[in-house]
């Protein structure tokens, strides 16, 4: 079965920090797609990126960047010089392609990143 | 542009009462899933359905029900309601649910007295 792993389960940072979220997978399909999302305090999940098992070019969007490496399992994400706002929840996620009725996209369970002023 | 819309962002129920916790989704989508938050537990499966009337357990759903009568409808059922039951719930939804991310809602807080 899959299985996401999230062994930070809260950061303190000062603004202006760089911060990197750890997450690390596990699955026996080929063939996957990763997700990160955001849960700031009002509550709602907010997609940032996906990315699939085929493509492992590192991505940076403004100050967030994530790093993909199939030899380690592991899909973190890193924020340059942290600010205010980006204290959120954090979630990695996988899905496999599995069956076409089965449960197949599984979340971790989150880091809490909190930016001190 | 996305919009998954829950009924109530706070909901204050009784033990014993049956609870509806309503779920609606502009995006055309087959895919609906209804998930619980707690504390150091992360987002927990409790139901997700793949097309109209088709419904699949996730993997805590003991005590609840779903109905989904239309596509962009996804209801969860608190048959009777418990305090262990006080949590913040999440709908989302997905056009694909292997490719593609999900969508969520913005919550309902519920309190079970």
């Not at chain 1, 062994?7 to 997700?35: G, N, P």
């Not at chain 2, 204050?12 to 899933?33: A, I, W």
């Amino acid at each position: 079965a899959q299985k996401v792993t999230q062994a930070q389960t809260e950061i303190s940072v000062v603004e202006k920090e760089d911060v990197t979220l750890d997450c690390v997978y596990e699955t026996r399909d080929t063939t996957y797609y990763l997700f990160w999302y955001k849960q700031p305090p009002s509550g709602e999940l907010v997609f940032l990126i996906r990315r699939n098992s085929f493509d492992e070019q590192n991505e940076i969007s403004g100050r967030y960047s994530w790093n993909f490496q199939k030899s380690t399992s592991s899909f973190n994400f890193t924020i340059t010089a942290s600010q205010v706002v980006d204290s959120a929840v954090y979630f990695c996620a996988l899905s496999e392609a599995g069956d076409n009725y089965g449960q197949n996209f599984v979340f971790g369970p989150g880091t809490r990143l909190s930016v001190l002023p | 542009d996305v919009k998954v819309t829950q009924s109530s962002r706070y909901l204050v129920k009784r033990t014993g009462e049956k609870v509806f916790l309503e779920c609606v989704q502009d995006m055309d989508h087959e895919n609906m899933f209804w998930y619980r938050q707690d504390p150091g537990l992360g987002l927990r499966l409790i139901y997700f359905s793949y097309d109209v009337k088709m419904k699949e357990k996730g993997d805590i759903p003991e005590g609840y029900s779903v109905s989904r009568e239309k596509k962009e409808r996804f209801s969860l059922i608190l048959e009777s309601a418990s305090t262990n039951q006080t949590s913040m719930y999440l709908c989302a939804s997905t056009l694909d649910r292997f490719r593609q991310p999900q969508h969520f809602g913005d919550g309902t807080r519920l309190s079970i007295l």
